[in-house]
């Protein structure tokens, strides 16, 4: 049986920082829905309220396009080991620019001033609703770790053709051709 919380409490915190991976999904009235797979280490519960996380390079970037248009986006955890449980957590979603004294600010309060090869921008969620679930169809897989692949492919495209060209070439826009403002001139 679901339950519905207004924000994370205590448990729901504990369960969070036990998980090894989420998964992001948002969408637009128009666009396709897109989920995608993400690692804990770069995830962070800024309160009751408020979670981000450093968003890496990609060959989209579905997540800047739809949450620019739409703001919609839900978080998902699930317990691949131990008790079954999913978590959820539903509201308006935003991009920080790796230009902005938001995201300096938030780099050196909760990434220690570090941000990994391929940090290309943080995503924020502003929390309206968390909902646990029983989980009782995940599957029980044991934890092996991360892949380097990720880091590898970062420091190849640094060396090759530089991160930031890829990303004016792969991260502008969706596949649906929605603008993701990635190279945009910040706002006054």
């Not at 207004?6 to 897109?34: C, G, M, W, Y």
């Amino acid at each position: 049986m679901a339950k519905q919380y207004p924000d994370i409490d205590a448990v729901q915190h504990e369960f969070i920082l036990k998980q090894k991976i989420f998964f992001t999904a948002t969408a637009t009235a128009e666009s396709r829905v897109n989920v995608s797979p993400r690692p804990t280490d770069h995830f962070r519960i800024l309160g009751p309220n408020r979670v981000i996380y450093l968003d890496l390079t990609g060959s989209g970037n579905e997540t800047a396009a739809h949450t620019r248009i739409d703001g919609r986006m839900t978080i998902m955890f699930c317990s691949f080991e131990g008790p079954p449980k999913i978590l959820r957590l539903y509201g308006r979603g935003r991009i920080i620019r790796r230009d902005s004294a938001e995201y300096a600010t938030l780099l050196a309060d909760q990434f220690g001033n570090s941000d990994p090869l391929g940090a290309r921008q943080m995503a924020s969620l502003d929390i309206d609703l968390v909902q646990t679930s029983c989980g009782f169809g995940v599957p029980l897989f044991d934890y092996a770790g991360e892949r380097p692949t990720l880091t590898r492919w970062a420091e190849a495209k640094e060396k090759d053709i530089g991160l930031d060209a890829y990303r004016r070439q792969k991260n502008q826009f969706s596949i649906d051709g929605l603008p993701t403002g990635l190279f945009e001139e910040p706002a006054e």
